[in-house]
């Protein structure tokens, strides 16, 4: 694993639900596009009332993530050839519902439900001790006239006083997470506040700042669901580094949001549990009231235990992330029965496995159903005459859940269910009863029933309705939008050590 990796998937969410992290590069990209989508950004047209003038192009503009030092909520904004400098203070507003912008930034989302906007934007006040002129020929008295007339352009007169024009992401909040997406209720945030976070590069143990020294540092939407409060640390420390050189950012989904109220969840339509209800066998009955009929019944599926926590997935102790279930076997999964002419113990086991790896994208399910019958006839006054058998039928299979990004925002799961995936079979039956008319057809017959079972209770369990769930439910989970004509996409995700879900966004 490369220690790109090895930091990248070392990082905590420190309490949040959500965290979206945005590399300056992609700020900086978008401040482009925004420069390209407005281009009267870019013309600085300002006169002072003591006659002074500018009438100046700017070429691009850059930000600059402080991620030093007690602020960490301020950038520099620089201007190509002449560095012009501005303290710029990160705010957020609420969009008004129903205004023009409200409504194009709801037609760029694409996500209904009843939610708030939240416009990230840039307050600008100057800061002439960070300009470079070049050298310039400029004595104190010009630098202050000139750091007046520009100051007076984008904090009084120009064209960025439209917070609009100098907006570089939206984000939705809701306080009705139902209504923004039932399937996935704890995903939409209720509330978010902004960071700036550093980049440590492999090797080195302090950040860098400054427009190519610090263009891996990152602003942070640090995001709480179900209208939680947040973490009683103002700011989130470092753990590692949510993004990596080259990449635009990350979206992090935590652990307990995704495995504990998504995928195992017991409330509501039920998913990755289920494969434990399909494949689950117990003792109905047993019969020995006739000496050569030995007889039992089987039932496979949820209909044995009436507590559907019954059947969920253990997590292991080891911090790992794996799942047990079916160890130790339930009492109803064992059952002998004795009479005077014979003996007939059964036995059902189920053990089945659920792990994911750090730094894949892949969540392995595996298991194993048993069921034996081991038994006797005969040996007393009306059969003298005794022998044994043994019926053995199982059920292996394994399977994996994808994850899958959606390019425009959002991800789904697929679920493997291929046939060739669960495989049911059964020994050969052994005995010794062949003096005892009729027992060896019995076996047999019933070794067939169970197997059959076992196939039909595959072949009935909701599966695909399961499969069908994690295509659709989280295809708007992630959506990040940034004015002006860029948008971001969605690829590549992965489980970090902790178990939250990691998607990496890219700017295009």
């Not at 006659?51 to 070429?59: C, R």
């Not at 504990?260 to 019969?287: C, E, Q």
């Not at 060896?440 to 079972?453: E, G, N, P, Y």
């Not at 369990?461 to 989970?477: C, R």
């Amino acid at each position: 694993m490369s220690t790109e990796l090895a930091r990248r998937l070392q990082t905590s969410l420190g309490g949040f639900s959500e965290i979206t992290a945005v590399s300056q590069r992609a700020i900086n990209a978008g401040l482009v596009k925004l420069v390209k989508e407005h281009p009267e950004l870019a013309h600085v047209k300002c006169k002072s009332k003591a006659g002074h003038y500018l009438d100046a192009e700017i070429e691009q503009p850059l930000i600059s993530l402080k991620v030093t030092g007690a602020s960490l909520g301020k950038v520099d904004y620089e201007i190509k050839g002449w560095t012009v400098a501005f303290n710029v203070q990160i705010d957020l507003a609420t969009i008004e519902p129903g205004s023009a912008e409200d409504k194009e930034v709801r037609g760029a989302i694409k996500q209904p439900g009843d939610y708030s906007l939240t416009s990230l934007f840039l307050t600008f006040n100057s800061n002439m001790k960070h300009c470079d002129f070049k050298g310039a020929n400029l004595d104190s008295d010009d630098i202050i006239t000139l750091g007046g007339i520009l100051a007076k352009w984008f904090v009084d007169e120009g064209p960025m006083i439209d917070r609009r024009k100098r907006t570089v992401a939206y984000g939705l909040h809701t306080a009705k997470p139902d209504t923004v997406n039932a399937d996935a209720p704890s995903f939409p945030p209720t509330s978010l506040k902004l960071q700036t976070y550093e980049y440590i590069a492999p090797g080195e143990d302090k950040p860098k700042e400054g427009l190519e020294n610090g263009r891996n540092n990152m602003l942070l939407y640090l995001q709480m669901t179900d209208s939680k409060k947040f973490p009683s640390e103002p700011i989130l420390p470092y753990s590692g580094n949510f993004v990596s050189d080259g990449m635009d950012g990350t979206m992090c989904i935590e652990k307990g949001i995704f495995w504990d109220r998504y995928l195992l969840r017991t409330t509501g339509p039920r998913l990755l549990h289920l494969f434990n209800n399909a494949t689950y066998a117990w003792v109905k009955s047993t019969n020995l009231s006739q000496v050569t009929e030995p007889d039992w019944e089987i039932g496979i599926g949820d209909g044995g235990h009436g507590d559907m926590n019954f059947f969920n997935w253990a997590p292991s102790t080891d911090g790992s992330m794996s799942w047990t279930w079916g160890d130790p076997p339930q009492d109803e999964q064992h059952k002998i029965t004795k009479e005077t002419h014979g003996r007939l113990e059964i036995t059902c086991t189920t053990k089945n496995r659920m792990e994911a790896q750090p730094g894949s994208n892949i969540i392995d399910l595996s298991g194993k159903t048993n069921i034996l019958a081991d038994g006797g006839c005969g040996g007393g006054m009306s059969a003298p005459w005794a022998c044994s058998y043994k019926v053995h039928v199982w059920l292996e299979w394994q399977t994996k859940v994808t994850l899958n990004a959606v390019e425009d925002g959002g991800f789904s799961l697929s679920l493997d269910l291929a046939k060739n995936n669960f495989k049911v079979g059964a020994d050969e039956v052994k005995t010794d009863c062949a003096m005892a008319i009729g027992v060896m057809d019995r076996l047999v017959k019933a070794c067939d029933k169970m197997k059959t079972q076992l196939e039909d209770s595959l072949a009935k369990a909701p599966l695909h309705d399961i499969a069908a769930k994690l295509q659709t439910d989280l295809n708007n989970s992630a959506r990040f939008v940034v004015p002006g004509k860029g948008t971001f996409k969605y690829q590549n995700p992965v489980f970090n050590n902790n178990g939250d879900v990691m998607i990496e966004v890219g700017y295009k």
